[in-house]
């Protein structure tokens, strides 16, 4: 299983993961980084695991955005009406990369968990 070392906030860590996901576990990481990052400039006395969480809880909360606005077009009750009609083949690849991503923040989370960070 590869090794894939990335930096959140000026800390090294070293996460296992599948084989191809290493340039994506690299992206996440950038993304939580520039989250965690734009934290300690607002609190900079914050922990290393009060930042972690803070991030995670905005992710969390792209994600569930995400996920309602989906909602909201499956159902026709768009909160504003889009440029042009998503077919449903959009539709289900949305939902199809939306589910994928999800999974993928689980599985980052769980290893960074196991990793006791």
Do not use: W
């Not at 995400?66 to 009609?85: F, N």
């Not at 199809?96 to 006791?116: C, D, P, S, Y």
């Amino acid at each position: 299983m590869p090794q894939v070392s990335i930096t959140i906030n000026g800390h090294n860590y070293s996460i296992a993961c599948d084989p191809g996901e290493e340039d994506r576990i690299r992206q996440l990481a950038r993304s939580i980084d520039s989250k965690v990052v734009g934290f300690t400039k607002d609190a900079p006395q914050a922990g290393e695991a009060r930042l972690l969480v803070l991030g995670a809880l905005l992710l969390a909360d792209e994600l569930a955005e995400a996920k309602e606005s989906l909602r909201r077009a499956r159902s026709g009750g768009h909160a504003a009406a889009p440029a042009s009609p998503v077919s449903e083949e959009d539709e289900a690849l949305l939902a199809a990369g939306i589910e994928k991503l999800a999974e993928r923040i689980e599985t980052v989370a769980a290893r960074l968990e196991a990793a006791h960070i």
